[in-house]
């Protein structure tokens, strides 16, 4: 039964093919998706980190149609259906993950941040709520592939700019379109909650980075672009923002007692969060943004995960009544205030935990650096939050708090076999990522950046050495 | 410079005699300024006072003083029994507008800033309104000068006096200073202050030049050489070399800077300070300049609620509780101090400051001579000024009691030895509460009360109608109507008969009757004397307040450096330690060593290797035993921004060699001290890259703490200088308006052209240098050009570039020019396209210094690849890992790890990417950079393997003496908790007063805000949309 290690081997000679046909260092993604897998797939003898019940060493995992059909401990004895062709692949001392989940991005929506031609995360009003991120997501961005490689195979990817930047949709990173790479197009609604510029950073979250930078206080505009008077324009601001929601709680009203009610894309946008299928993702990071965000969204009954919560600490109680979930975005992050403890955003997922707040940890990073997403659950591990609990904050947290936790986050029979194979544990620098399954489908975890470095050793193979 | 004017300067004219002015229009007044002041006691200078004096002066001098002398014939005599006369106080600092010189005009300095010879004489002097304020005050002289520029104009002493037909400032010393300040200039040039320190440089630079080319010239006229051309900035400057330098600091860092330039030009130097200079008062005593003090203190920071208490930080808190001790701590530190009403927002709160000032013991003769003896020293005018000693000008004031307490009322200010009346002895008013007795059968008792000319009349428990009320201080009379005095107003009228009475009449309707009124006192207020009743209701308040003030006054503790939550009070000392038994990773020829010793002594390592080898000496040492930690060398940052005051860009020209980070080392930056938390012990601090060629770069340790900023540089480190290839200096991203070049190939012929031009002068100097002394007395000195001398000193291999840069064709480029001018290249920045040419980077430069895997954010890294550094060292390149962030820095050493992960680099070499490698980048490599036997000992200790996320820096030395453990950080942050519970709560008793806070840290917060925003500065703005 067990004849994996020829597969694996054959599949490299392929990729490796595949790569010399390639033309070089170009600006796209040229690798091919992962192709459809119709046999059965085994991981055999595997270290396999279920995420959610415990670590299962010598575990089988085995998926079928993208769907995990068995993850199963030493013990237990797997039994496929009778004529069942299988893959069978031997993964002795190696590990199954989950794949980990970026939760908060803008991979696929900026090829090139300073090139506005490729940025597509901000939309021209400061309230966009019928922009969705899927539909920009670009499916043969360079930058996919090179995520995908350190095993980062799910990210949120959240629209910015203005106060209501339009909906998050989570993406897996494999497909041929992004219709194909959607897992779900309606995450949420992106509420950046209008705010003072920050006091010490002088950088409001919400503030729209608009014309060259370079003049002094050019980007203390706020998004109401009244930078005379901050605090009546952040008061005005909140004003629309709930006006839009109340009109749009009229308008579905309305159009529930008359179908002639004429069309309002905003209105329709804002739907799902209104009726509670769908949570508002409010960026906040102040303690008075976090108390005031919260209690709007108490106001109109919107569920709520807060997206950033620098100063969630100094609000627990609140967090915990509500029992809102965050996503914090970036543990490497210096302290807001001179005065905080240098390992302020260290230390606040370990703080965090140990106060039963539900979280997960994102990298805060925009698109080109989601591959460092384990090492920002690294240092928070480090600095005092338990490991499990740091892969949890990456794969399970994740998905529940993104609203995919019946598909992804954790290995677990009749969720999409979405997984890594490693030669160690995620969190450590050194880990390798030997092999990827996105929704059952094994993606190439070669990348742009892979095949330039071997283009190049090769130059200097063809020099002469050096003196 | 005209001839007038060069008169004024040498003879310190005062121009009083009436004779020089305009013939009379009409019989003239006689000149009678003779004046015997008789009975006060006179502070003839600070220490000597003279009771019961009299005091003469005539023809506007001082002419005699001494103790119960008669006053001579024909003096007019005035009675100042009870008063006090002070010696007339002494303005150092009074911003006057004068008009630019036209600046087409044939002789104006090209720069516009440059404005030396600008006279506040020729303008309109001190305004009406500040004469009189000043000497409502006690001000009798006051320095004038031009406000506007780097080099802004001399400063004059002129006599606070009312300009009579013909005299309109009266001048006691025409040229008193020159003006200066290190101010910048939005979106021009200098527009940061490193620019506006190297334009000062060379400005005084010139100076000198058109000084000895001057000299050459006076000795023969025919001199051969360059002529400097007209100029009338360089030559006020040039001329007048014994006027100070006086330096408009807008902090206190500002003031060790300004006295750095100062001393190189062998000037000098006064500083104007901002009030904030007790956050490093000994520094600015070591630097001996004397400091013009504002006694302008912060407000009280917003602290209402919780959100903005997040808001303030400490070292705010901390600056508004300690403002006001600015005075005391500069005094205790020997600090030459003059005071300055400048920078009140309302000069007229001078005297309450002043005494708050005063309230920290302060002795009243150091603060008298802070308001006159120094002064007129600082000013050159000694000989006239500051004193009552027979000769000096007689300014002097006449002070009912304690100049120093704000209460004391001046009576009168004598300048020139003309009286001004400021405030006359209050005639005892009517105003208080009377009982009037109207003389009616039976008696009608009146209450009145006069407030102001205003009358207020009861009656029993009624309140009757006051019409036509006119008070003086000697009669009162009103209409008053009211049952008891019968039908219709009763007119009343009464005149004082004693202080205390009035008597008079009223008619009624009924008939005239004698009324007599009597002062209701409140019991107690006799004793008070001398104070009118309307000050009398305020002052139970005020004694309150002053109590509270006193409670609440900070004790005079040192201060931690830099003030704010992680200073430290004093400098750690080097110790003489053997940490026992951990992993030493040496970065050096032995490699890594699982159970190692690390003796250090002195600041230096002792010893480095196996802890078998250990020398016998070691054992007097103390032990730590590190079993179970990494010790590294100390983590150096090859490309760092952080601590660089007020702009990382001087953006304002194309070519900017001339500017120097080490002129603006900021040493308050709390990002140091996270940095050593994450193992830094040295960082290259780079000009950010808006020029192809930017300023000179400078190496400092962490010497976190460190009173002076130029403590913290890196001494025998190589000088560098900060080049950029690409986007950046094209402006491709914004930012271009306009300038040369625009492309990639501009960048290339800009260089070039420089590198020529730099070539030529090296060779015009050396050649005037050669020249024998007689030749060379006959020849005009070629000028001294600092931004050519910077780029001749690359290519005398003198200084190392270290170029920003990243595509492949650029790095090329500069190789290639490298080559071609004979010189090696620092290093390569960022160079993320550096794998695609290392084969030259590895022929023409000391190494590359990359981010590890940072990509993506403009179009010119869309190439870069994580294993950049690994194929570099591969081939044969000397490679670093660098932050250029505050926030990376921290994380050197797992960025050094993906080294590892990307490339397959060795753990030992990779570690050498942040260790040795940027050590040898920046020529430090002879002294850090390894664990090894006689190298400094700057070394951070680690909890686990230190390229791997789950290492913790446990603690950080730099020379030997521990800067940072997590230990210590444990007891700062208790100590910040009390430290901002204690200084909140007092914030919120003060008031909150709203929206105010300490003004200089709204500034630092505002550049701190400024570097975030301003482009190309930074990893964290690179490519900011």
């Not at chain 1, 790569?19 to 055999?44: H, I, N």
């Not at chain 2, 690849?865 to 490679?879: F, S, T």
Request: glycine share 8%; charged share 25%.
């Amino acid at each position: 039964m067990n004849a994996p290690c020829t597969t694996v081997v054959t599949l490299v000679a392929i990729l490796a093919a595949t790569a010399t046909l390639a033309p070089r260092a170009s600006a796209q993604d040229l690798l091919p998706k992962g192709a459809p897998e119709a046999r059965a797939v085994v991981l055999q003898n595997a270290i396999v980190h279920t995420m959610d019940r415990g670590t299962l060493i010598g575990g089988t995992v085995w998926f079928q149609d993208g769907i995990l059909r068995a993850v199963l401990s030493p013990g237990e004895k797997l039994k496929l259906p009778d004529g069942t062709e299988a893959l069978w692949i031997d993964a002795t001392q190696k590990h199954i993950y989950p794949g980990l989940i970026a939760a908060h991005s803008q991979l696929g929506l900026i090829e090139v941040g300073a090139v506005r031609q490729t940025v597509d995360t901000d939309e021209l009003n400061d309230q966009s709520p019928e922009a969705i991120a899927r539909t920009a997501f670009n499916p043969d961005s360079a930058a996919i592939p090179v995520t995908r490689t350190n095993g980062v195979l799910v990210a949120c990817v959240f629209p910015i700019g203005g106060e209501l930047p339009g909906r998050a949709s989570v993406m897996q990173l494999d497909g041929w379109t992004n219709a194909d790479m959607t897992v779900l197009g309606e995450a949420g609604v992106v509420v950046d909650w209008p705010a003072l510029p920050d006091p010490i950073s002088r950088r409001g979250r919400n503030l729209r980075r608009q014309g060259p930078p370079g003049l002094p206080g050019a980007a203390l505009v706020t998004a109401a672009g009244d930078d005379r008077d901050p605090e009546a324009a952040v008061k005005k601001e909140r004003q629309r923002l709930d006006e839009t929601f109340a009109r749009a709680k009229n308008w579905h009203e309305q159009k529930a007692s008359d179908a002639n009610t004429p069309p309002d894309l905003q209105a329709q946008a804002l739907g799902a969060a209104l009726r509670g299928e769908r949570p508002v993702f409010v960026l906040a990071d102040d303690l008075e943004e976090i108390e005031s965000a919260l209690s709007w969204t108490q106001s109109r009954s919107l569920r709520t995960v807060l997206v950033g919560g620098r100063d969630a600490l100094l609000c627990i109680e609140l967090l915990r009544e509500r029992d809102v979930p965050v996503i914090l975005t970036g543990v490497h992050k210096l302290p807001a205030r001179d005065d905080g403890d240098y390992d302020t955003a260290f230390a606040l997922p370990a703080q965090l935990a140990a106060h039963g707040i539900r979280f997960c940890i994102a990298t805060g990073e925009e698109f080109a650096h989601e591959r460092n997403l384990p090492y920002h659950a690294a240092t928070a591990a480090a600095f005092g939050l338990d490991r499990e609990r740091a892969m949890a904050a990456i794969t399970r947290d994740a998905a529940d708090i993104l609203g995919v936790g019946d598909k992804l986050g954790t290995l677990t029979v009749g969720k999409q076999a979405t997984l890594l194979v490693t030669d160690g544990n995620p969190l450590d620098l050194t880990t390798k990522v030997e092999r990827a399954w996105i929704g059952g489908r094994e993606v190439d975890l070669r990348n742009k950046q892979t095949e330039l470095a071997k283009k190049y050793r090769q130059k200097y193979a063809q020099l002469p050495p050096a003196k | 410079m005209s001839s007038a004017r060069a008169l004024f300067a040498s003879t310190l004219v005062v121009s009083l005699a009436l004779s020089q002015g305009p013939p009379s229009n009409g019989p003239a007044a006689a000149d009678l300024r003779y004046h015997a002041l008789r009975g006060a006691a006179v502070v003839v200078k600070p220490g000597q006072r003279i009771e019961n004096a009299t005091l003469v002066i005539k023809d506007g001098r001082v002419v005699s003083c001494s103790a119960g002398a008669a006053p001579p014939d024909g003096a007019r005599v005035h009675d100042c029994t009870g008063l006090t006369i002070y010696p007339g106080l002494i303005e150092p600092f009074l911003a006057i507008d004068v008009p630019a010189p036209d600046a087409d005009a044939p002789n104006v300095h090209w720069h516009p800033s440059v404005l030396s010879q600008r006279d506040p004489l020729a303008a309109d002097g001190a305004s009406k309104q500040d004469r009189e304020l000043l000497r409502s005050l006690g001000f009798c002289a006051a320095a004038i000068a031009p406000i506007g520029g780097n080099f802004k104009g001399t400063g004059a002493v002129v006599l606070l006096d009312e300009p009579t037909t013909g005299h309109k400032a009266q001048v006691v010393r025409a040229e008193s200073y020159h003006l200066c300040s290190l101010s910048m200039r939005f979106g021009s040039h200098p527009s940061s202050e490193m620019g506006a320190i190297s334009l000062v440089r060379q400005v005084l630079a010139d100076a000198n030049w058109f000084a000895s080319s001057e000299a050459v010239l006076t000795a023969d006229r025919s001199a051969s050489g360059q002529r400097p051309s007209a100029n009338a900035a360089l030559a006020m400057l040039s001329s007048r070399r014994t006027l100070p330098l006086m330096f408009d600091c807008d902090d206190e860092l500002q003031i060790l800077r300004a006295a750095r330039i100062a001393a190189e030009f062998d000037r000098p130097m006064v500083a104007i300070g901002s009030g904030m200079e007790f956050r490093r008062a000994q520094a600015i005593a070591l630097a001996k300049v004397p400091v013009i003090v504002p006694v302008h203190f912060p407000e009280a920071p917003d602290v209402a609620t919780i959100g903005k208490q997040q808001r303030v930080s400490l070292r705010q808190l901390q600056t508004w509780e300690q403002a006001p001790t600015n005075l005391r701590r500069l005094l205790d530190e020997g600090v030459k101090v003059a005071l300055t009403t400048a920078r009140l927002q309302d000069k007229k709160d001078f005297r309450t400051n002043l005494a708050d000032a005063l309230a920290f013991d302060i002795d009243r003769d150091q603060a008298l001579a802070a308001l006159t003896t120094t002064p007129a020293e600082i000013l050159g005018c000694a000989q006239d000024l500051g004193t009552l000693e027979n000769g000096r000008i007689a300014n002097l004031v006449v002070v009912d009691g304690d100049l120093f307490d704000p209460k004391a009322r001046i009576d009168a200010v004598f300048v020139a030895g003309n009286r001004h009346e400021i405030e006359a002895k209050k005639a005892k008013g009517l105003d208080g509460t009377w009982t009037l007795t109207v003389q009616l059968d039976p008696k009608v008792e009146v209450a009145l009360a006069i407030d102001n000319g205003a009358i207020k009349a009861t009656i029993g428990d009624r309140n009757p109608k006051v019409t036509n009320a006119a008070v003086t201080n000697e009669r009162v009379e009103f209409a008053i109507t009211d049952e008891a005095l019968g039908t219709g107003a009763t007119w009343v009228r009464a005149r004082t008969s004693t202080d205390a009475s009035l008597t008079g009449t009223a008619h009624a309707a009924t008939g005239t009757y004698a009324a007599a009124a009597v002062r209701s006192k409140p019991a107690g207020d006799e004793q008070k004397g001398g104070k009118s009743d309307k000050d009398a209701p305020e002052e139970p308040t005020e004694t309150g307040e002053k109590k509270d003030d006193a409670a609440d006054r900070p004790v005079i503790a040192p201060l931690a450096t830099p003030l704010g939550g992680y200073g430290v009070l004093a400098q750690p000392p080097a110790r003489d330690v053997v940490l026992q038994n951990a992993t030493l990773w040496t970065s050096g020829e032995q490699g890594t060593i699982p159970l190692g010793a690390l003796w250090v002594k002195a600041g230096r390592i002792a010893y480095a290797g196996p802890r078998e080898g250990l020398p016998p000496d070691a054992s007097k040492a103390e032990t730590i035993d590190a079993t179970g930690k990494h010790i590294t060398p100390g983590v150096i940052d090859c490309h760092s921004h952080t601590g660089i005051s007020r702009g990382v860009n001087e953006g304002g020209e194309a070519v900017t060699a001339e500017v120097r980070v080490q002129d603006v080392v900021d040493p308050d930056d709390v990002n140091w001290y996270r940095q050593l938390a994450g193992g830094v012990t040295a960082v290259n601090q780079l000009h950010g890259s808006a020029n192809a060629i930017g300023g000179q770069s400078n190496t400092v340790k962490l010497r976190w703490g460190s009173s002076h900023p130029d403590a913290m540089w890196f001494h025998g480190s190589v000088p560098g200088i900060k080049f950029a290839l690409g986007e950046n200096p094209r402006g491709a991203n914004g930012g271009g308006n306009g300038r040369y070049p625009s492309t990639r190939m501009g960048v290339e012929a800009l260089i070039r052209d420089r590198f020529l031009v730099a070539q030529d002068y090296a060779r015009r100097v050396a050649s005037y240098e050669a020249l024998p002394p007689r030749d060379r007395a006959r020849t005009l000195p070629p000028r001294r050009d600092l931004e050519l001398e910077a780029i001749a000193e690359i290519l005398a291999g003198k200084r190392r570039v270290h170029c920003h840069s990243y595509r492949q064709d650029e790095i090329f480029m500069l190789c290639a020019m490298a080559k071609e001018f004979g010189f090696r290249i620092g290093t390569f920045q960022h160079v993320l396209e550096g794998y695609k040419v290392a084969e030259a980077i590895r022929e023409q430069a000391i190494g590359a210094s990359a981010f590890s895997d940072w990509w993506g954010y403009k179009f010119e890294v869309y190439d870069a690849i994580p294993d950049n550094g690994a194929i570099l060292r591969e081939v044969g390149v000397c490679v670093s890992f660098n932050s250029d962030s505050n926030e990376h820095a921290r994380r050197l050493n797992t960025e050094a790890g993906k080294a590892v992960k990307y490339g397959g680099v060795p753990p030992a070499e990779a570690l050498k990417f942040v260790t040795i490698n940027p050590a040898i980048q920046l020529g430090i490599d002879a002294q850090v950079g390894s664990l090894e036997r006689g190298k400094d000992a700057d070394f951070a200790i680690w909890s686990d393997d230190p390229l791997s996320y789950a290492a913790v820096c446990e603690s950080t030395w730099v020379d030997g003496a521990e800067r940072f453990s997590l230990a210590r950080d444990r007891e700062l942050r208790a100590t910040i908790k009390i430290d901002r519970e204690r200084l909140l709560r007092k914030a919120l008793a003060a008031g909150g007063k709203k929206g105010k806070t300490a003004k200089n840290d709204e500034r630092d917060a505002y550049w701190a805000a400024e570097d975030l925003t301003a482009s190309y500065c930074c990893r964290d703005c690179e490519g900011v949309r």
